[in-house]
Nanobody, 124 residues
Framework: QVQLVESGGGLVQAGGSLRLPCAASGRTFSSYAMGWFRQAPGKNREFVAAINWSGGYTRYADSVKGRFTISRDKSKNTVYLQMNSLKPEDTAVYYC?????????????????WGQGTQVTVSS
């Protein structure tokens, strides 16, 4: 069992930055791939970024590539999403997920556990 708690969301102006931590509980955290998804009002939850169990491989949605960075700190059981050059279209609830699937899974169905989400609002 893995429990995930996101934080770090808030209101930021366009062009600004935020870092979202996702703290995980459970001894097997290091064996899971981790990912970030987001859901804007009236839209489906979409993939943002993923990192494999070792931290050696990452994957990003085209819409955030070059602006967002996913990383993990196994000593702290935490995965991070660093978001730079934020745009109003990045406004959404951001969710952290844990997956037993190898590699860097990008489909929602591949994730076994989810956090409660954290709101990110980017003003123009």
């Amino acid at each position: 069992q893995v429990q995930l708690v996101e934080s770090g969301g808030g209101l930021v102006q366009a062009g600004g930055s935020l870092r979202l931590p996702c703290a995980a509980s459970g001894r097997t955290f290091s064996s899971y791939a981790m990912g970030w998804f987001r859901q804007a009002p009236g839209k489906n939850r979409e993939f943002v970024a993923a990192i494999n169990w070792s931290g050696g491989y990452t994957r990003y949605a085209d819409s955030v590539k070059g602006r967002f960075t996913i990383s993990r700190d196994k000593s702290k059981n935490t995965v991070y999403l660093q978001m730079n050059s934020l745009k109003p279209e990045d406004t959404a609830v951001y969710y952290c997920g844990a997956s037993r699937v190898g590699g860097t899974p990008s489909f929602r169905s591949e994730y076994d556990y989810w956090g409660q989400g954290t709101q990110v609002t980017v003003s123009s």
